[in-house]
C-alpha cells in the first residue's frame, strides 16, 4: 500500500457571537482538517485564528521565514517518525515566523489524529504507549467577580463530584493581599477541606518575586496544593526564587510555552513541580509528548492545559495517557457556546476520574452541523490577488 | 502643551520583486509610520509582513489576546515612561497573541522616533544616554556557496577598510567538519589574520552539543572570536554545555529573542559571552534597552542584531550607543534592493567605526519616492467587512 499524502489542509475559524473582554479563552477556537487517503484528522490551535491562517500563508520573507503550506502541503506521512520530521522541517523553515508555533500545533495534533484513523489505532498507542490510564480531573474555571460568586462557583463543583478545583485570573492578585485571601477563603470554603484546591495567578506579577513571597503565608494557611503562573512564562529566575521562599507552596506553569525548548528551560532552570502543556500552543503532539517524557525523567508532573473544547482536551490527554503517575486532568468546566458546539459532549467523569474515548485516533470528532452558524469567512489578497479564502465547514 | 496623541498608525509592506528561497533576510519589510502631532515617527519589523498586520487588526479572542491597535491607538504619550507603558499594556492584552511580541517591536520603535522628533531630541538621549560613542563595525554577511566564493568576498571586505567581519549561514554545518574548515579557511585567509573573524552557524544544530564540540578546533585554529548561534535560541543547557568545553570559544546568541525574559535567561543560565538582541523582535527599544543594561551589569557584552535597512540599522545601535564598553556592531553589507530603498545611503563609517546621525529620533528617514515601487497591499476580510486595507506609502 502506498503512503498515504497530505491532500489538503483547512482552517475554520469559529467564534461566539459576541467575543468578551473576559479571561475565558474559549470564546473562539481555530480548527485545522488533514485530508488524505480518504480519512480526515482534525485539531485544534490555541490561537489567534486570523492571525495563524495568515502563517499559513503568507508569502515567503526568506528561506527561514516561509508559510507552513511550503512544510505540509502533499507530504507523505506513513509513520509517527514521518509526523516528526515534518514537525522538524516545519520549525526550520519558520524559524523567524513567530505565530507559526501557534499553528503547527493544531496541524500537529490533527496529523497525529488522521494517521491513527488511517492506521485504525488510537493516537496515545502511536505515541508509543501500551496502555491509557484514566487521570483525575480538576474542575478548571475563573474566579468570580466577588468572594460570594467564587464560594457559589466551588460549591456547585464540589456538588457535580469532582475531586479538585482550580481558580484564576479575574481581578486576583491585582488588589492587595487581603482581597485575594479572601478569593481563596472563598473558594476553599466553597469546595470543602478535603479537596484540592489549586490557584491561578494569570502571570499577573510578570517577573516580581516580592508580589508573590506576599501571598505564600495566605497559599499556605488555605492548603492550595499549587500556585500557578504567578509569573510571565520565560521568568525562570523568578520562579527559581520564589521555589525557594517560605512558606513552601508548589508552583505549576508552562501553558505560555510554544516550544519544547521553553518548557525543558522550565523544567531544567526554573525549580517548577509542575509543567502545564497546552498541545494548541506548544508545537502539538510532537513537542507535548517530548515534554511529557522529560518531565517523566526529573521526577516533575506533567499536566494538560486546556480552557476550550472537548476535541482540545482529547488531544491534551494523549501526551501522558500512558504514564501513570501522571494523575491529574485540567477539566474546563465553563465551556462558552462555540467550545459546546464542537463537541457536546465532554470527556466521560467517574467520581471524578476521566476516561479517554478508544476510538482511532483522538476518539473525538467535531460536530460539524452544531459549528456552522459559529464560522467565520476569511479572506486575504495582496496586490488584488487572493492568498486565502476560507472554505465552508459544510 | 498639550500631550501628544497617538493619531494613526500605518503598516507598509515592501517586497522585492522576487524572494529567493536563501538566509538573506532583506528581501521584504514591514515598516511601522505613527503620525501624530504633526510629526511622523518611523520603525521596521523584523517580521513576516503580513502575519504582524493581522496582529494589528485581528479580531479580540479574549482579554489576554487583543490585537495591538487596542493598545496603542489613541492613546496620549509624552515621556519615556509613557512608551514603557503601553509596551507593558500591549504585552499584557497580547499575552496570547504570539506574532504581537515581532510586530509591537516596530511599533516600539517607531514611538521612540516619533517621541525625539516631537521633543527634538535624538533617540538615545531619550533612552537616557549623555552621549553617543562610535562603535566598531564587522562585516555581515552569508557565506559563499563555495570556499572560493567565500574567499572573495571576505578580501573585498578586507578592502573595505572593515576590521571585522562575520560568516554564516549557508551550508555551513550541514555537510561534515571538514567542509566547515575549508569555509572557515577561507574566510579566514580573504580576511587577513590581523582581522576579526566571526562564524555564524544560524541555529544548524538546534541543541546538539556533540556536533558543535567537533568543529572547536577548527575555531580555535583559525583564531574565531566567536561561535553564533550554533543551537536554537532557547536551547539554554545546550549553550551552558557548549561554553565549558575545549578548546574554549566564545558563544554569541539572542537575535531569536522575542521578549525581554529571553534575552535575560541567555544572561543568566547560557553562559553566554554576547548577547546580540533586534530591536524589531525583542519588543522594540523598549526592551532592547533593558537588555542592554542588564548585559552591562553582568558583564556580558551587547552586541546588535541587524540584517536589513540602515533605518533598522540606526534603530539597533540606539540601545547601547551610550555605553562605551560595548564596542562592536553588526553592519549589514549584502542588502537586498528593497533594503537599499529604504534608505539609499548607509551609516558613515570611518576607517571601519560607525557614528550614527544625530538628528532628532532615530536620525534616518525612510525615502518614500524610492519605496512606491516595492510596495504590496494588503486585505483582509471576515464575514466579507474589510478589516484591514494597506494604505499607499505615498
Redesign the interface.
Known amino acids: 500500500m502506498p503512503k498515504p499524502t497530505i491532500e489538503a489542509i483547512d482552517f475554520f475559524?469559529l467564534?461566539n457571537p459576541q467575543?468578551?473582554?473576559?479571561?475565558?479563552?474559549s470564546?473562539?477556537a481555530l480548527l485545522v482538517r488533514i485530508q488524505g487517503a480518504g480519512v480526515e484528522g482534525w485539531g485544534e490551535c490555541?490561537?489567534?485564528?486570523?492571525?495563524s491562517?495568515?502563517?499559513w500563508k503568507?508569502?515567503?520573507?526568506?528561506?527561514?521565514?516561509k508559510p507552513l503550506s511550503q512544510s505540509y502541503l502533499g507530504k507523505i506521512v506513513g509513520s509517527p517518525e514521518d509526523i516528526k520530521a515534518l514537525h522538524h522541517l516545519a520549525r526550520s523553515q519558520s524559524?523567524?515566523?513567530?505565530?507559526a508555533?501557534?499553528t503547527l500545533s493544531g496541524i500537529d495534533i490533527a496529523l497525529w489524529d488522521w494517521l491513527g484513523k488511517v492506521q485504525e489505532r488510537p493516537t496515545f498507542e502511536l505515541l508509543g504507549f501500551k496502555q491509557s490510564f484514566s487521570k483525575r480531573a480538576y474542575a478548571s474555571t475563573l474566579f468570580g467577580q466577588t468572594p460570594e460568586e467564587t464560594y457559589q462557583k466551588a460549591l456547585e463543583i464540589k456538588d457535580s463530584g469532582f475531586t479538585a478545583a482550580k481558580f484564576g485570573w479575574g481581578s486576583f492578585g491585582q488588589k492587595d493581599v487581603q482581597w485575594d485571601e479572601d478569593l481563596i477563603q472563598a473558594a476553599r470554603e466553597g469546595l470543602g477541606s478535603e479537596h484540592d484546591l489549586f490557584i491561578d495567578a494569570?502571570?499577573v506579577w510578570k517577573?516580581n518575586v516580592q508580589e508573590a513571597q506576599q501571598r505564600l503565608p495566605t497559599l499556605k494557611k488555605h492548603n492550595i496544593r499549587w500556585l500557578e503562573e504567578p509569573f510571565?512564562n520565560?521568568?525562570?529566575?523568578a520562579y527559581s526564587q520564589l521555589s525557594k521562599l517560605n512558606p513552601h507552596t508548589p508552583l505549576a506553569t508552562g501553558e505560555?510555552c510554544?516550544?519544547f525548548?521553553?518548557a525543558?528551560?522550565l523544567i531544567?532552570?526554573g525549580d517548577i513541580d509542575y509543567i502545564q502543556i497546552d498541545p494548541g500552543r506548544v508545537g502539538g503532539l510532537t513537542s507535548a509528548h517530548r515534554v511529557a517524557l522529560l518531565a517523566q525523567s526529573k521526577g516533575i508532573q506533567f499536566v494538560n492545559h486546556t480552557f476550550t473544547s472537548t476535541l482540545a482536551l482529547a488531544s491534551a490527554l494523549q501526551p501522558y495517557l500512558g504514564i501513570e503517575e501522571f494523575e491529574l486532568c485540567e477539566y474546563p468546566v465553563s465551556r462558552s457556546e462555540v467550545a459546546r458546539a464542537i463537541s457536546p459532549s465532554t470527556l466521560n467523569l467517574n467520581a471524578g476520574w476521566v476516561t479517554i474515548p478508544e476510538g482511532p485516533g483522538l476518539g473525538v470528532i467535531p460536530d460539524l452541523k452544531a459549528l456552522a452558524p459559529y464560522e467565520?469567512?476569511?479572506?486575504?489578497?495582496?496586490?488584488?490577488e487572493l492568498?486565502f479564502k476560507s472554505k465552508p465547514i459544510l
Open positions: 475559524y467564534s467575543i468578551l473582554d473576559i479571561a475565558d479563552g470564546q473562539d490555541e490561537a489567534s485564528p486570523l492571525v491562517i495568515a502563517s503568507c508569502p515567503m520573507s526568506h528561506s527561514a521565514c524559524l523567524d515566523l513567530l505565530q508555533d501557534h494569570g502571570t517577573e510571565e520565560d521568568a525562570l529566575l505560555g510554544h516550544c525548548l521553553q525543558k528551560n531544567e532552570f467565520k469567512t476569511v479572506e486575504i489578497k495582496i496586490d488584488h492568498v
